[in-house]
């Protein structure tokens, strides 16, 4: 394979580069330099290609699919939110499970792997529930899904247990079937999720967690939480992140876990209330156990979800709204965390709006984080590509997204430039405008480009 004339961001954009591929391996990188008097418009760039590290497969467009009422396709019209509360989304979202076909959850979830496809997206981590409403259905779909789309997109299935598995009246047959089902499709799941913070006490969170990481150790699984989704003072309750780093300690996962399986953290916008010395303390804890966390912030359904004024406390403030979102450049930067970012939900209760794109998302950060640097624009590109398949356990060509002779050869999205735009002039004959040319990862998270300017090469 012969690719012609790309820039390569992290190499500057006054040269263009010429490469070649072939068994897999990059052979050649040849610099042209090129004037850009004499080029109609800037080459295209050439980027690490985007990833989903936690992305919901099953329950995408529940609000938006615009179904009719028919046997295959349920109608989910009358579960818009009306107060948009979490006790809400989770209630709405158990309404929507009950109605699931495997022809529905096979098209929704085909139209999520489509769009990221178009996206940019190359690789992704697909969480699917099972519980006592589901059954194995939305695993069986997407074990149907991961293969049709095996040649455009890695699909990481993740077993998921969205409900309580050692509280409530169902809690027992749900754990019952995510264990079955680990046990029966093994070679289709990659990683095992929980949901401590739905579980009714803090000593079922705490049992939940510790079978989570038996049940991953034993089934050789990588390790996914969905976890401290709240704003309390951290002294009035203390986050389950430290129970989390408590328990693979406990259970000796440095020890026992394949060493290629990671352990991903979720939400936790409760850490976003710590205090300086307490996140320096975090950082020094995880980074003393040798643990391969990684933390992913999930902002487009943490600042619907979080923040929301309370009107009845005596100091309401109706406008006040924090962000309420884990601070994932400043994880990085200043306590030299593992983290990076994820789109989480498209079109459902928890997450009405939005198109899942990456380099949207990366995009929103620059405001959410107050992120504004050349700097910072290339840190949360990463945060959606190598970054993001670093947290899951893939492999990555490198730490800054540069690529070189010898490297294994990983699909890349490449990025059009325009010549201009034509617009019809006052005249009636055409008026060309020039188009803004995307020269960097700066360029392509300030300004998104449109899906039909992404290509992925292969
Ligand atoms: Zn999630």
Known sequence: ???????????????????????????????????????????????????????????????????????DHPDYSDLAPRT????????????????????????RGSQLLATGHRQGVTSLRAFVELDHVTGIQPLTTAIKLKDDFSHLVEIQICAFAQDP????????????MISAALADYSAHISALGTTPYVEDSVDASLRNIEWAV????????????????????????KPQTYSVIDALERQEWADKANRSNTIVIGHCTQLSNLAAADLANLADRIKSSKLPVFF???????????????????????HHRPRGTLHVPSLIKDYS???????????????????????????????????????????LFSCVSWGARRAIGLEVTSDNGDIKVGDRWQAMLRV?????????????RAMDVPARQRMSFRDVVWDPPDVHLRSIIR
């Open 1 to 71: 394979m012969k690719i012609e004339g790309v820039i390569l961001p992290t190499r500057g954009h006054n040269a263009s580069w010429n490469l070649e591929v072939s068994d897999g391996i990059i052979r050649t990188m040849e610099p042209v330099t090129h004037q850009h008097a004499d080029a109609a418009a800037t080459p295209s760039l050439l980027l690490p290609a985007l990833c989903h590290p936690h992305i919901h497969l099953d329950k995408p467009y529940i609000l938006t699919c615009n179904h009719g009422t028919s046997p």
């Open 84 to 107: 948009g509360s979490f006790g809400e989304a989770l209630s709405n979202t158990s309404k929507a499970k009950e109605r699931y076909t495997a022809e529905d959850l096979y098209l």
């Open 165 to 176: 598995i050692f509280s409530t009246q169902h809690g027992e047959e749900n754990r019952a």
């Open 214 to 237: 038996a049940t991953a150790i034993h089934h050789d699984l990588h390790l996914d939480f969905h976890l401290d989704y709240n704003l309390t003072a951290p002294d009035t309750t």
């Open 296 to 318: 992913v912030g999930l902002p487009t359904s943490d600042l619907f979800m979080m923040g929301r004024p309370d009107p009845s406390s005596p100091q309401h403030r109706p």
């Open 337 to 379: 965390m593992s983290a990076c970012l994820g789109v989480n939900n498209v079109g459902n209760a928890f997450t009405p709006y939005g198109t899942g794109d990456p380099l949207q998302l990366a995009s929103w950060g620059v405001g959410i984080y107050q992120a504004g640097t050349v700097e910072d624009a290339q840190l």
């Open 416 to 428: 059009e430039n325009e010549q201009c735009w034509s617009l019809e002039g006052r005249s009636g």
